[in-house]
Nanobody, 124 residues
Framework: QVQLVESGGGWVQAGGSLRLSCAAS????????MGWFRQTPDKEREFVAA????????EYSDSVKGRFTISRDDAKKTVYLQMNSLKSEDTAIYYC?????????????????WGQGTQVTVSS
């Protein structure tokens, strides 16, 4: 069973930065594509960013492109989301997700494993 544990959420003023981490308890982390999603009470879970298992190719939603950076450290079995120039509309619960042996997708249904989420609040 794969467990994903997010950390790094919190409160920040608009324009500030946060870095989220997602640590995976899995033997072959390098075999997983990883994604970040976010959700607010009034919206469905929304794709934010993903990094592939081969080549660490990255994808971003248009709303975060140029502000957020996803990266992975296979030795530490951790994926990161560096969030800069934060806006109030980035306020959400952020979830880490994993899928084994395939390229990441933009849809939540692609992913097999999910973390419990970490709250990010951006105050304007």
């Amino acid at each position: 069973q794969v467990q994903l544990v997010e950390s790094g959420g919190g409160w920040v003023q608009a324009g500030g930065s946060l870095r989220l981490s997602c640590a995976a308890s899995v033997r072959t982390f390098s075999g997983y594509s990883m994604g970040w999603f976010r959700q607010t009470p009034d919206k469905e879970r929304e794709f934010v960013a993903a990094v592939s298992w081969i080549g660490a190719r990255t994808e971003y939603s248009d709303s975060v492109k140029g502000r957020f950076t996803i990266s992975r450290d296979d030795a530490k079995k951790t994926v990161y989301l560096q969030m800069n120039s934060l806006k109030s509309e980035d306020t959400a619960i952020y979830y880490c997700a994993a899928v084994f042996g395939r390229d990441p997708g933009l849809e939540a249904g692609v992913y097999t494993y999910w973390g419990q989420g970490t709250q990010v609040t951006v105050s304007s």
